[in-house]
Every structure is written in C-alpha cells, then in structure tokens.
C-alpha cells in the first residue's frame, strides 16, 4: 500500500444524487411500510412526512457544511474541527458503530427474501442457518471487491443500480393503487397506535433508517468533482425524492392490504412480516409483481450495502485523519485513490456484525442503527452555528438561510429520533460510546494531544451532558422501557423535555466552541483530476 496517493475527483452530480438516492432505496423500503403500518396503523404516512422534514432540517444543515469544506468522511471530521478531540473522538466511535453494521442488515434482508424461496438460509425469526451466513458474508466480499479497484468503478455500478432500485418500487406503486381499499384507512388495531405509534414508527420501523443514507454526498465529497455546487444540490434531491416516493408506497401498501385480513386483527396482527411487499402481491394474485420484487429485493439491499461498505471506509478514513484513530487507515492507495486498509477493516467489522445469532435481526439492528447514526448527525447544528461565529468569512457556496431558526430545529429534530428510538436501544449504544471513552485516553497522547486535555473537555464536555441527559429522558419516558417497567414522564410531557432540554444543551454546545477552527486541508487527500477522469 501506498501512503502518498489521494482520492480522485470522478463523481458528478448524478453520481452523488444517486449515492444518496442509493442508500435510501434499501432494505428500506422492502420492510418499514409494513412495520409502520404495525406501529401506527393507517397514520403510517404521517411517520414518513415527520422523517421526511426532520431529514431535510438536518440535510439543509450538511449541505452548507459539505459545500464548504468537502472531505472524505466529512460527518466525523467536522466536530473536530469546532469542538476538538472529545467531540472528534466520539462522534467517530458512533459512526464506526453505526456504519459498520449497515452493509450486514442489507445483507441480511437480501438473505431473508431469498429464504423464501431457500428455505435452508434460514428464517426470519430463527435468522440465518449456516448456509445463509455464507451467503451474507459471501455478498460482502462481493461489495468489497466493488470496492477495492477504483471510485469510479463503484460509482458508475451504483448509478445502474440505483436506476433499477427506483423503478421496481414505482411499478409496485402502479399495482398496488389497482387494488387500493379506501375503508383500509378507517381501520384501527395498531400497536401501541395513535401518537406514540407515530413517533416510535419513525425510529423503530426502519423509516429514520431508511432516509440515513443521504449522508453520502457528504462522505465522498472528496471525490466529487464539483463539490461547492453539487453536494448540496444531492442532499437536497435525495431526500425530496425518497419523501415523495416513501409516502406513496405506505398509500399503496395502507391500501392494498385485504380489508378482510384487518377486520379480523387490524394492523397489529398483519402477517406479511417474512417478505411484507411480495406476501402481499400473492395475496392479489400479481404472481408476476411478487417474482420481480424477489428479484429486487437481492438488488436493493445489495446495492445499499455495497454503498455502506464504502462509506464505512471514508469514515474510518477520516476519524484516523482526525488523529484519533491508527494512521494506517488514513493511507489511501496512489493507484486507485481507495484507503485499502480502512476498507480491509470496513469488511472484518460488517463481517462482526453478522456473526452472532440474533432473532428478528432486521429490525432488532435498525433502531440500533438509527440511534447511532442520528447521534453523529446532531453535532451538524452545533458545528455549523460554531463556524459562523469563529469563522465568519469562510467561503460558504451554499448558505443556509434563517439559521438561527434551522439550525436548532435540525438539533431537537435528531433529538427527539434518538428518543423515540426508545430506553433498550440508547442505553446500548450511548453506553458503548460512553464506555469507550477508556479507548480515547489510550489515543489521547498521540501527536501531543495530551497538552491540550483539558481544553478539549471543556469544548465537548456539553456532548457528555447530552448522553446522560438522553440516558435519563429515555428511561423516565414511554418508549422501549425495560419488561413491568411503567413511564414516569406523561405521553407528550416527554417529548417537551426532550425539545427543551435539546435547545439549552444546542446553545451551549455552540458558545462552547473553539475561537479558532482547527480546519485542515484537503490538499494531501485529493488528487487533481486529469482530463481523462472528466
């Protein structure tokens, strides 16, 4: 390996767009209509509108940051940059925890369509038998080989695919408003139902999973060849694109559901849980539908998951570029502009997260997943109204307007996904993250860190009090609380707290900031672009 090589500048435009279009259309989108459906019955859509809007705050937010300072794995390094190495270091263990298991849930959705046909990979609710972990970790070396050989290699094979993965879902759109039920939406039985069904649907049924992946643009803003112009511009697609088309597949999956099937145990008792779109096709009698969608469910997963890979090595990347991490995963190859050993060890740590045997492994990971990620998008806020007091003349080409009113919104927004994502899920993952703080003071002397301990505690120590205060919302409020437990917070009460209190820590969090940013350069990480790469 070489460590005098960088990234290139291949992507276009379409090519980000489509990164981010690419990860939203997973496994997504083959599985959270029918889990919303559960949870919030025929106001399903009413979760997708709520992501929709809390994902372009927080987009809106990234896009000014990405435009402005374009780097590999950009979500990690801009907290560092405002806030120094407390807030660098643990907003790069979350998302090495939250990147790492993504590719292994697209795997594992494209392992659970296909056990309807091969029954010997396992079922949903026993996972996957010895053959069907060969098949996931077979699809992951796949994505890794994508990988390994060059960006514009991945980039040009996940344009094609994406194309395929946004057509399957319109044709199922199509056919599925043919058998639409208006007397569907009139229907009750969801669990828990209601507002906190709402809430819960939107980090518990994948639908918060499923908008994460328009961070891409961002993570390959290193590589993008027009990044001042077209990483906002991707963002902002993406996520209006996926919105519109979320909130027609829950209207022609709300609809196309038998009235017959809900009038005998509404939507709680729903069983298309082992393949929830092609179950319901049969039950039509589209056979053809069911076969195509079988065919994309290996597609889009796959494609997802091939995405996350890459993107988990950006992100190791750039956290060993932040100097919090070994260096030999910042050393990207001259050749191919690819970190091979952040990708190596991007392959082991998908590999880890499918080895155990986990019941309900899909949606047992995804609120994992989602509290993890959201919890490295709510600096973004902070490191934004940061920069515009401690670096006022920056080069902004994209700048968000009304920030002083986006900006905490985009903050309470992550927020309250986090909380609603429920005790279970963010007692485990903010206290890894918490727990692994033992790991920051073994990096800590690196590069002479050490002299400046104190300083960067008293920058991130609002991000400490932000864990704790969450860890406390969570357990004293109504969702996921462990078996006999009863909420101490009212329904409601709840999510005021956690608005409330968001906003004081979001103020802190920015009077806390750095005076100066510490900004690198991108200079040793990107290669100019020669004219055979246009």
């Not at 090519?15 to 919303?36: K, Q, V």
């Not at 993965?165 to 969801?190: E, M, Q």
């Not at 639908?207 to 990483?231: C, H, M, T």
């Not at 796959?302 to 890979?309: A, E, M, V």
């Amino acid at each position: 390996m070489q460590s005098s090589g960088g990234f290139k500048r291949r992507l276009n435009l379409l090519d980000l767009t489509l990164l981010g279009l690419g990860s939203i259309i997973g496994s997504g989108w083959l599985f959270a209509a029918n889990e919303a459906s559960i949870f919030a019955g025929s106001n399903a859509w009413i979760s997708w509108l709520i992501g929709g809007v809390a994902f372009i705050l927080i987009g809106l937010v990234y896009a000014e940051l990405g435009s402005a300072m374009p780097r590999a794995g950009g979500f990690v390094r801009y907290p560092q940059y405002t806030h120094g190495t407390l807030v660098g270091y643990l907003i790069g263990f979350t998302a090495m925890l939250a990147y790492s298991s993504v590719a292994g849930i697209e795997v594992e959705a494209v392992r659970g369509y296909a056990a309807t046909w091969l029954p010997a990979l396992g079922t949903k609710a026993q996972g996957p038998t010895f053959w069907g972990f060969v098949v996931e970790i077979a699809l992951l070396v796949f994505f890794f080989l994508l990988n390994y050989w060059s960006v514009n290699v991945f980039g040009k094979f996940n344009t094609v695919i994406t194309a395929i993965k946004f057509l399957v879902p319109l044709l199922t759109i199509v056919v599925l408003f043919t058998h639409f039920h208006g007397s569907n939406l009139a229907v009750g039985g969801a669990k828990p139902g209601g507002t906190a069904g709402v809430f819960q649907a939107v980090s518990m049924s994948g639908i918060a999973f499923a908008y994460l992946g328009f961070r891409q643009a961002v993570d390959f803003g290193a590589e993008s060849k027009r990044p001042q112009r077209d990483i906002p511009l991707a963002i902002i697609f993406a996520i209006l694109l996926a919105t519109l088309l979320y909130l027609l597949l829950q209207f022609a999956y709300l609809g196309a559901v038998p009235h017959g099937q809900l009038l005998k145990a509404g939507w709680a008792g729903l069983t298309f849980t082992q393949a929830p779109y092609a179950e319901l096709a049969q039950s039509l009698g589209a056979l053809w539908l069911m076969n195509v969608i079988f065919v994309d469910a290996v597609i889009s997963p796959s494609g997802t998951g091939n995405i996350y890979l890459s993107g988990t090595t950006r992100v190791l990347f750039a956290w060993a570029r932040t100097g919090l991490f070994y260096t030999w995963f910042r050393k990207v190859d001259a050749r191919t502009g690819i970190p091979r050993g952040a990708l190596w060890l991007s392959l082991l740590l998908s590999i880890a997260w499918i080895l155990p045997a986990h019941q309900s492994f899909w949606s047992g990971l995804v609120g994992n997943v989602t509290s993890a990620t959201v919890l490295t998008y709510m600096v973004g806020p902070i490191s934004l109204a940061s920069l515009r007091k401690t670096a006022p003349d920056m080069e902004r080409p994209f700048r968000l307007g009304a920030i002083s009113i986006v900006s905490p919104l985009a903050f309470i927004a992550a927020s309250l996904i986090i909380y609603w994502s429920g005790w279970t899920t963010n007692f485990e993952i903010i206290g890894m993250v918490l727990a692994s703080l033992v790991l920051y003071f073994a990096f800590i002397d690196r590069e002479g860190t050490r002299n400046r301990l104190k300083s960067d505690w008293k920058t991130g120590a609002w991000l400490v009090v932000y864990y704790v205060f969450m860890l406390v919302v969570s357990r004293l409020g109504n969702y996921q609380l462990p078996t006999g437990a009863k909420p101490v917070l009212p329904n409601g009460v709840d999510d005021l707290i956690v608005a409330v209190g968001a906003l004081i820590i979001y103020y802190w969090g920015v009077n806390s900031a750095m005076k100066k940013p510490e900004i690198d350069t991108d200079d040793e990480e990107v290669l100019a672009v020669n004219a055979a790469d246009v």
